[in-house]
């Protein structure tokens, strides 16, 4: 076997490790570069997704055209409950712009000593802000289940549409909480017959 074989692999190795080291420190350098080079073009800002939903999470009102800050409505949160429940939302209204994504909390809480299934439905008031009024995560939107004196906050997050008409300034939301087969008897499955 020749002599400088050793030598020669030797030098590919230390080749291939400032390789490995190169490119290492270049995938650390990207994310720099890139928050760098986004700052000095102005073609994309950076948002920590923490901050987003947080209500210490204000954009810069020049930075969401979607949100139209001409304007204020008034959303009044109501409730109703059939069954028992003690059920109603967090905070009575909110003034909101349009296009602004809001989160409201419902709590409610189950009376009984035993586990029900609940859903609940919404309705709007005037009937036209029904078109104007989507919910992006709603409680609503499946069966809630609650265990004996169990107590939960159910979140709403919706955005009024911008294009909702100039003359509506108040929107009403209000659901109705109801428990599934109240009253209903569990039935009994048939007796099975004993195999001869």
Do not use: W
Request: aromatic residues 12%; hydrophobic residues 40%.
């Amino acid at each position: 076997m020749p002599t400088h074989l050793p030598n020669l692999n030797r030098q590919i190795l230390v080749k291939l490790i400032l390789v490995v080291v190169l490119m290492f420190g270049f995938g650390y350098a990207l994310v720099p570069m890139y928050q760098a080079l986004c700052e000095v073009t102005g073609i994309n800002v950076l948002t920590n997704k923490n901050d987003y939903g947080t209500r210490a999470f204000r954009p810069n009102k020049s930075s969401n055209t979607q949100i139209d800050y001409s304007r204020t409505i008034t959303v009044e949160f109501d409730s109703n409950s059939r069954g028992p429940f003690t059920f109603k939302p967090i905070k009575n209204y909110l003034e909101v712009h349009p296009g602004e994504m809001i989160q409201i909390m419902y709590e409610v809480v189950n009376n009984f000593d035993r586990p029900i299934m609940a859903q609940a439905i919404p309705s709007y008031s005037p009937k036209i802000a029904t078109e104007y009024f989507t919910k992006l995560e709603c409680f609503c939107f499946q069966q809630q289940t609650l265990g004996p004196h169990q107590a939960k906050e159910l979140p709403v997050v919706f955005v009024v549409d911008r294009g909702l008409p100039r003359d509506v300034k108040t929107i009403t939301l209000s659901y109705t909480f109801f428990e599934i087969n109240a009253g209903q008897k569990a039935v009994a499955p048939p007796p099975t017959k004993a195999l001869i």
